[in-house]
């Protein structure tokens, strides 16, 4: 089985797809795009849509985390990522409505830090990937890019700033998840996977950790995705964040 996996650097819902295949057993190549010119390239590469994880699999193209969770289950039925309607469900809502946030977050930051702390942030989020170019040279190169990916995810300030406001109720969802059972098994899910990652990121921003750290969906979040390169210093106004932690 040739698998391959084409992602971007600091792509959540591309972790999200690693993490399923080697869950799996799987094994695959991983290839990294340069964000913002991944989209012509997966033109290129015969896909449908723009947008990563993009995965082929002996000629199969597939792309978006529960298309791919749903391709795997089929080219290998054990373990089970889909196990149930609710972990499916479980799965959307964290593709919909929570995976957005922490993407919108990061190219809003990314815009507005300052010259030396976006170049750090970038940095970090580009270690282990290959993109053409030394990683200091491009993390120091990454305004353009960010502005570019800032405008195709809308990360607008009303957006941003609507986006702060419910992260409390996607924590508490996160933890409700995990109290009745659908998420935080012995063994991981789809959902588990889709949502432990948005969750990682969104501990990365400095600003979000006091309405997440010591909750139920922190823990999972670190169990399920140990590694996670990324971290943004203080940069939303202050009147912007949530106005009571996550209950």
Do not use: C
């Not at 999200?16 to 057993?25: D, F, N, Q, S, V």
């Not at 289950?73 to 809502?93: F, G, I, N, Q, Y």
């Not at 999972?220 to 590694?227: G, I, L």
């Not at 390169?229 to 949530?242: E, S, T």
């Amino acid at each position: 089985m040739a698998v391959k996996l084409y992602v971007i650097p600091g792509s959540h819902p591309s972790k999200a797809a690693e993490l399923m295949l080697e869950h799996k057993g799987i094994p695959f190549k991983r290839v990294d795009l340069v964000t913002a010119m991944h989209k012509p390239s997966l033109k290129l590469l015969g896909f449908p849509g723009t947008t990563v994880p993009a995965m082929k699999a002996d000629g199969r193209k597939v792309q978006g985390t529960r298309e791919i969770s749903q391709a795997l289950d089929e080219m290998k039925p054990e373990p089970k990522l889909v196990t149930s309607d609710a972990v499916r469900e479980a799965e959307r809502w964290g593709d919909e409505q929570l995976q957005p946030i922490p993407r919108r977050l990061a190219w809003w930051a990314l815009v507005h830090l300052s010259g030396k702390e976006r170049a750090e942030a970038a940095r970090l989020s580009l270690e282990g990937y290959r993109v053409g170019m030394p990683i200091g040279l491009a993390s120091r190169t990454v305004f353009p890019i960010a502005k570019v990916a800032a405008g195709y995810n809308h990360s607008t300030d009303e957006a941003v700033r609507a986006d702060l406001a419910a992260v409390p109720d996607r924590i508490d969802r996160v933890d409700a998840l995990l109290s009745e059972g659908v998420i935080g098994g012995e063994q991981p899910n789809a959902a588990d996977f889709q949502i432990a990652t948005s969750v990682r990121l969104l501990l990365a921003y400095e600003d979000l950790k006091p309405y997440i750290e010591g909750r139920p969906a922190a823990e999972h979040a670190r169990r399920v995705v140990p590694e996670y390169n990324a971290a943004f210093p203080k940069v939303f106004p202050a009147d912007w964040l949530p106005s009571r932690p996550a209950a």
